[in-house]
C-alpha cells in the first residue's frame, strides 16, 4: 500500500528484517551469508528482542552435536512424537520443513558463523509417555560467549532478564545452574560458583555488566556480531509503521526512526519476526482463556512485542490463525515488588519439579503434576482455578527447601529469605493452617492436601499425579534427593512459605499463516510474494501445543533459516550434518 506520510530518506536493500530475536537476526545472517545486503529494524532501544530474556534452548531433533555423541534417531521418530502430541493440529508440510531443516540449520551456524554450541544431550522430551517422545539428543544451546568479543556492538545488546540472573549475572542452565544449587553440598560446587562470582564482581567494576554471556544473552550476542561481521545493517528505536505493497508484492516498509521516516526498499522483500503478541492488550482480551481485561495475564518478553508484526501482516492481506490449542506459551509466573515500586515477573521453571514443593488453588488442592512442564502447569491452573474467581495458584514448600532450592525470586542459602518476606513477595506462617489464611487458601482443604502428600512422600510416590514417573520429571528434580524419588519429599519442617503463582508466557502461539517456505499466506492459502514470517509472528508449528523445551527457539531459528535461504535463492545446503 502507498503511504500518506512523509520520508526523510530512503534506503536500498536486498531483505529487510523487522525484529531482532533470534528469528530475525537467523534470517538476516544466513541471507546476509547467501550474498544479500540485509537490514534489520528494531522498535525497542536495544537489539535482541524476548530472545535475550530466554533459557536460550532449542529444539532440534537430528542435530550434528546429537550425532556426534553417537546419537543416531530414526527421522521418524520426532514426527510420531509430535503426531501424537499435536493431533488434528500436526501440519506434515510445515513440521516436515522443519525437521528436514533444523539439523543443517545448526550446522551452517556451526561452520559459518559465530554462533556455536552446546548440547543437551541428557534432556527428554517433556511428555515420555507419549508414543516417539525421546529421552537425549533434541537439544543444543548457545555456547558461553566472551563479551568482549563483541566490541562496541555489546552496547546496543539487551541485557540478561533481572529477575532470573543474580546481581546482573546470568546463569547457565544445565551444570552451571546445578553447581549454584548445590554449593552448599559440594566442595566442587562451592569452588565453582565463588570463581563465577568473583570474575563477575570484577567485570562489573571493569565494565558495569557480565561479559561471560550465556543462555539467551549468549544466542543473541553470538547471532548479532556474526550479522556485523556479514555487514547487516541493525537499527534500533526504528519501529515499522507500514509495508510497502504495490497489490502483488512486498518490497519493503515505512520505518520510523530516530532521523524520521525512511521507506526501506527491500528487493526480496520482508521478514516479519517482531515477536508475536504477548504485550498486546486487545489481542490478550480476545483470545486468550479468564482473561477479561488482558491485564490479568504475566507475559515475560519486553513490551516492545505487542503485535507490530501481526498487524503489519494482516494489512495486506495475510490470514491470522487463532485456532491453536492455546493462544499463549503458558508459563507460571509471580509478581515481584521492587523497593523501587516497579513490578517484575519471574517465571517458575526449575522450583516446581524439586523434592518438596506443591502448587494448590484456592481449595488447597493440588491440580496437576508439579514437576511437568511449564506450559501444563500453567493450563491446569486455568483449568482449575474455581469459576468466578482469579486464575492463581500457590507454591507451598516449608523452610528445609527454601534454604536448599529457593523459592521463585527468593534466593536459597546462603542469601537471606527476610527481604522476600518483609516485601510480601512470600508468605511464611509457623503452621500449614495459618500459612492457609494469609494467603487465602482453605485451612481444612490445605491441610489435608499436605497430610496425604506427605504420607505418600515419605515413600518417594505421589499416587495421585505420578509425579517423578517420566524422565522429564526426575530431570527436573534434585538426583542428591536422599529419598527414592528425585521430586517428592515431604513438606514438614516449618515455618513454611507460599509464593503466589499467575498465568503468563513465554510468548505467544496464534500467528501469520505461512507454508513450508515461511511466507505469509493470504485467505485463499496462497504466498504473498515478497513477505515472509518466523517466530512468533508465524503460527506455531507445534499446533499451540508445548511437547517439549525449546519448541519456541527451535523453530525461530529454523524458520529464520529458511526464509533467508529462501529470499536469496538457495537450493542445496551449505553445511553437510555429519
Given amino acids: 500500500m502507498k503511504s500518506q506520510n512523509t520520508t526523510s530518506s530512503q534506503i536500498s536493500c536486498d531483505l529487510l528484517v523487522v525484529g531482532s530475536g533470534a528469528a530475525g537476526l537467523s534470517a538476516a545472517v544466513t541471507a546476509a551469508s547467501h550474498g544479500l545486503k540485509v537490514v534489520v529494524v528494531e522498535k525497542d532501544e536495544t537489539l535482541g528482542g524476548a530472545s535475550a530474556w530466554s533459557g536460550g534452548w532449542m529444539w532440534v531433533p537430528g542435530n550434528p552435536l546429537a550425532r556426534r555423541a553417537g546419537i543416531k534417531e530414526d527421522p521418524q521418530q520426532p514426527r510420531t512424537y509430535l503426531k501424537n502430541e499435536l493431533g488434528d493440529r500436526y501440519n506434515p508440510e510445515r513440521v516436515d520443513a522443519f525437521l528436514d531443516n533444523c539439523p543443517y540449520m545448526v550446522a551452517f551456524f556451526e561452520q559459518r558463523t559465530e554462533l556455536q554450541f552446546v548440547d543437551g544431550n541428557a534432556i527428554p522430551d517433556m511428555h515420555g509417555n507419549t508414543p516417539g517422545a525421546a529421552t537425549q539428543g533434541h537439544q543444543v544451546i548457545a555456547a558461553p560467549y566472551d563479551a568482549r568479543k563483541i566490541g562496541p556492538l555489546l552496547k546496543r545488546l539487551r541485557k540478561t532478564m533481572r529477575e532470573t ?50 543462555n539467551g544473552v549468549a544466542l543473541i550476542g ?102 491453536v490449542a492455546s493462544a499463549a506459551a503458558w508459563a507460571p509466573v509471580s509478581k515481584i515488588p ?55 495458584s500457590w507454591l507451598i514448600c516449608d523452610h528445609h527447601f527454601q534454604r536448599r532450592y529457593g523459592l521463585g525470586y527468593s534466593r536459597p542459602f546462603p542469601l537471606p529469605v527476610g527481604p522476600a518476606v518483609r516485601s510480601g513477595y512470600l508468605k511464611r506462617a509457623k503452621t500449614i493452617q495459618e500459612l492457609a489464611n494469609v494467603c487465602g487458601i482453605d485451612p481444612e482443604g490445605l491441610t489435608a492436601t499436605i497430610k496425604t502428600f506427605n504420607d505418600n512422600a515419605r515413600r518417594g510416590e505421589d499416587p495421585e499425579f505420578g509425579r517423578g514417573t517420566t524422565p522429564f520429571n526426575r530431570k527436573q528434580g534434585d538426583p542428591l534427593n536422599s529419598g527414592p524419588n528425585p521430586c517428592v519429599a515431604p513438606i514438614e519442617n516449618g515455618p513454611f512459605y507460599a509464593v503466589k503463582v499467575q498465568p503468563g508466557s513465554f510468548g505467544t502461539f496464534a500467528g501469520l499463516q505461512t507454508n513450508a517456505q515461511a511466507q505469509v499466506l493470504n485467505s485463499a492459502g496462497e504466498a504473498i510474494p515478497g513477505l515472509y514470517a518466523a517466530g512468533t509472528d508465524m503460527a506455531s508449528v507445534m ?5 517439549s523445551g525449546g519448541i519456541n527457539l527451535g523453530p525461530a531459528m529454523t524458520f529464520g533459516y529458511i526464509a533467508g535461504r529462501h529470499a536469496a535463492g538457495a537450493t542445496d545446503y551449505e553445511c553437510k550434518i555429519d
Wanted: aromatic share 8%; hydrophobic share 40%; with cysteine.
Fill in 543 to 547: 499446533g499451540g501445543f508445548y511437547p
Fill in 222 to 323: 553470538r547471532l548479532a556480531k556474526s550479522a556485523e561481521k556479514l555487514g547487516v545493517q541493525m537499527i534500533e528505536s526504528a519501529p515499522a509503521n507500514e509495508l510497502i505493497f504495490d497489490g502483488d508484492r512486498v518490497t519493503g516498509a515505512l520505518v520510523q526512526t530516530k532521523e524520521g521516516m525512511v521507506a526501506i526498499n527491500a528487493a526480496k522483500g520482508v521478514v516479519l519476526a517482531a515477536g508475536g503478541f504477548p504485550n498486546d492488550i486487545d489481542r490478550r482480551k480476545a483470545l486468550f482463556p479468564r482473561t477479561p481485561t488482558g491485564h490479568e495475564h504475566l507475559a515475560l518478553p519486553p513490551k516492545s512485542c505487542s503485535g507490530d508484526g501481526l498487524t503489519l501482516g494482516e494489512s495486506v492481506g495475510g490470514e491470522l490463525v487463532t485456532d
Fill in 165 to 214: 540472573s543474580f546481581l546482573g549475572m546470568p546463569i547457565m542452565a544445565g551444570p552451571d545452574l546445578m553447581a549454584f544449587l548445590t554449593m552448599t553440598r559440594s566442595l566442587k560446587s562451592f569452588i565453582h560458583v565463588n570463581k563465577r562470582f568473583l570474575r563477575h564482581l570484577w567485570d562489573l567494576t571493569r565494565h558495569g555488566r557480565a561479559m561471560h554471556l550465556v
Fill in 338 to 392: 521492587y523497593p523501587d515500586g516497579s513490578v517484575g515477573h519471574f517465571p517458575h521453571i526449575i522450583d516446581r519439579g524439586k523434592p518438596g514443593i506443591i502448587g494448590v488453588v484456592s481449595t488447597g488442592k493440588r491440580f496437576c503434576n508439579e514437576a511437568n512442564g511449564y506450559y501444563d502447569y500453567t493450563s491446569a491452573m486455568i483449568a482449575a482455578a474455581p469459576e468466578g474467581e482469579e486464575v492463581a
